[in-house]
C-alpha cells in the first residue's frame, strides 16, 4: 500500500543514555534532509546508499542541538516496506522533544501506537500472526515468553495453514462451481479429497487450539495456588519462593483476606505463585469473600500447593485433600500435597499419609518446612519439570493469543459441520456455507481476512515507536 503521510515517534522509552527516533513515509528523506548536516558529506539522504549508517548534525535555531548516526533504510528494503531512517541522539527528554518538533515542522505527523508495525503489516512485510507476535516479544519477560513469541514471528502459525488455506479455497470453488451446474448432476470437487484435507485441517487446528492453556501459562506466568487452611504457613511459603516479604505473617489465623500474587522466573520459566486466603468456616464477611477469590484462583491455577500441617490426624489432612481433588476432578492440573513442618514428625507418619491420600496420576507428596526452607528447592525443581523440555525448547508452535483461540475454535467448529454435511449428503449449499467460514475465519488469523476495527483493535495495544 501507499501512505500519502510520513511518521515519526520515539522507538525508546526516556531515561536512557541513548535515544532513537523513527521516521517512515513517503517524505522520510526530504523531511529528514531538512534538519540534519553531514560534515563535509552530501546532505540530500536520498543520494546516500541503503543500509547505511552516518555521523550528523542536527541544528535548531539556537545552533548544535546534537551530534546523532542516521540509520538509512529504502522502500521496500526495511521494516516498514517504505523510506525509512532512525536517528540516533542522546536520551536526554529535550533533545529528543527537540528532534520530534523540528521533524514536525518539516512536515511528518505523529505516529499513532503500533503504525509502523500496521504498514509493515498492510505493505506486506509480515502476516497479522506475526505483527502481533511483535508486541509478544517486546513484552517477553522470560525465555520461554520470547521463544513462543519468536517461532510466531517467524511465521509459525502460518506455515502451519496457509497451504491447506489454500487448497481449500480450491475445492471451495469447485463445490460453487457444481452449484452453477446443479441441473447436470455434476462433480468437481472429488468428495473423498475434500473430506482427507477437512480432517487434516481440524487436527492441525485442534492442536494449536489445544496448546492455548500452555501459551498463555508460559507466556503470563505459569499460575500456582497456595492453599490450606489458616496458619498452615502459605504466607511463609510464598515469601521464601519470591525471596520477598510480599506476605504478612502472622500467628493470627485469617491474616491474608485477599489474594496475593508474585512472579520469579526459574530456568527461563515464569511462575505466578498466588498465596490465598485460609480456608475454614467463618462468620467474618471479609474474611469469605477472600476465601471465595482462593475457589477461583484453584480453577484458574495450573498447579496447585495444598499445605497441610504435618501434626494433624490423617483423617483431617485427608478431608483436605479430598475437597480439592473433587474440585479439580477431570481437569489438567497438579496437585501437590505440601506437608508443612514434615521435620517435626516421624518419617513413619509421612509414609502413612502418603499411603493413605495419594491415588491420582497428577498427585504429588512433598514434606516441606516453610520456615526452614527444607525441601522448597526440590519443589522448584519439581515445578519446573511440569513444563517439559519439549515445550520449552522446540520449535511446536503454540498460541498465547485469545484472538487466534477464537478463530480456531470457529474453524474447528465449522468445518466439523462440513464433516457432517458430507456423511449425511446434506445439499452443496450448506456445505460451501461452512466452508467459507471455515476459510474466513482461518484467513483472520493471519490477515488475509482483516477490517479496520479488528486492526485497530490490535495495533492500539502497541508501543509508541513501534
Known sequence: MHFDTTICAPACPPGGALSVIRVSGPDTFRICSQIVSF??????????????????????????LDQVLISIFKAPNSYTGEDSVEISCHGSPYIQKRIIELLLKSGATLATPGEFTQRAFLNGKMDLSQAEAVADLIASESRTAHDIALNQMRGGISKSFKGLREQLVTLTSLIELELDFSEEDVEFAKRDELKELVIKII???????????????????????????????????????????????????????????????????????IDTAGLRETADIIENLGIRKTYQKIEMARIILLLVDARDDISCITGSFEEIRKQIRGQNKQLFLLVNMSDLVNTSKLSEISD???????????????????????????????????????????????????????????????????????????????????????????????????????????????
Open 39 to 64: 560534515p563535509g558529506k552530501q546532505k540530500d539522504l536520498n543520494k546516500n546508499k541503503a543500509n547505511t549508517i552516518h555521523y550528523a548534525w542536527i541544528n535548531d535555531t539556537s545552533g548544535l
Open 203 to 273: 487436527q492441525k487446528a485442534k492442536l494449536l487450539h489445544d496448546s492455548f492453556e500452555t501459551g498463555n501459562a508460559l507466556k503470563n506466568g505459569v499460575p500456582v495456588a497456595i492453599i490450606g487452611k489458616p496458619n498452615v504457613g502459605k504466607s511463609t511459603l510464598l515469601n521464601h519462593l519470591v525471596q520477598d516479604e510480599k506476605a504478612i505473617v502472622s500467628e493470627i489465623a485469617g491474616t491474608t483476606r485477599d489474594v496475593i500474587e508474585d512472579t520469579i522466573i526459574v530456568n527461563g520459566i515464569l511462575f505466578r505463585f
Open 356 to 466: 493413605t491420600i495419594l491415588t491420582g496420576e497428577n498427585e504429588f507428596l512433598l514434606p516441606v518446612s516453610a520456615k526452614t526452607e527444607y525441601n522448597l528447592a526440590k519443589l522448584v525443581e519439581m515445578l519446573t519439570s511440569f513444563i517439559t523440555q519439549e515445550e520449552i525448547n522446540s520449535d511446536k508452535t503454540v498460541i498465547s493469543n485469545v484472538r487466534h483461540l477464537e478463530a480456531l475454535a470457529n474453524t474447528i467448529f465449522h468445518l466439523n459441520a462440513v464433516l457432517r454435511g458430507l456423511d449425511e449428503g446434506l445439499s452443496e449449499e450448506l456445505t460451501a456455507h461452512d466452508l467459507r467460514l471455515a476459510i474466513h475465519y482461518l484467513g483472520t488469523i493471519t490477515g488475509e481476512i482483516s477490517n479496520e476495527e479488528v486492526l485497530g483493535n490490535i495495533f492500539r495495544n502497541f508501543c509508541i515507536g513501534k
